[in-house]
């Protein structure tokens, strides 16, 4: 069963930085995308960044470029999501999600990688992240 699983959330000063991780197991070998995405209260869930496994080809929204990197080992079976300078909107529920790469996949290919929620297809349980003083 192909589950992704999230890790590395806490509370963090603004200004600050963590780390979080997501770990994937149970998949099939080939190309796939991972996207990171948040959720504040009361809001709906936004896409953070993505990245390609087979190149490491990645993409940031606007909000969170420059400030943010996703990065991945596949040795491990682990991406990254590294956020520096973080602000406090950007406290959210963290969540990485996965979709096979496929010629008929549904985004925007002058972009590396799918940034919509509805597009991915396997989802971790997210985890909290809350930026205050």
């Known amino acids: 069963q192909p589950q992704v699983v999230e890790s590395g959330g806490g509370l963090v000063q603004p200004g600050g930085s963590l780390r979080l991780s997501c770990s994937a197991s149970?998949?099939?070998?080939?190309?796939?995308?991972i996207g990171w995405f948040r959720q504040a209260p009361r809001k709906e869930r936004e896409g953070v960044g993505c990245i390609a496994n087979n190149d490491g080809a990645t993409y940031y929204t606007p909000s969170v470029k420059g400030r943010f990197t996703i990065s991945i080992d596949n040795a491990k079976n682990t991406v990254y999501l590294q956020m520096n300078g973080l602000k406090p909107e950007d406290t959210a529920v963290y969540y990485c999600?996965?979709?096979?790469?496929?010629?008929?996949?549904?985004?925007?290919?002058?972009?590396?990688?799918?940034?919509?929620?509805?597009?991915?297809?396997?989802w971790g349980q997210g985890t909290q992240v809350t930026v205050s003083s």
């Open positions: 999600a996965t979709v096979r790469f496929s010629y008929d996949l549904d985004f925007d290919r002058s972009r590396a990688c799918p940034i919509r929620v509805s597009t991915y297809a396997v």
């Open positions: 149970g998949f099939t070998s080939g190309y796939y995308a």
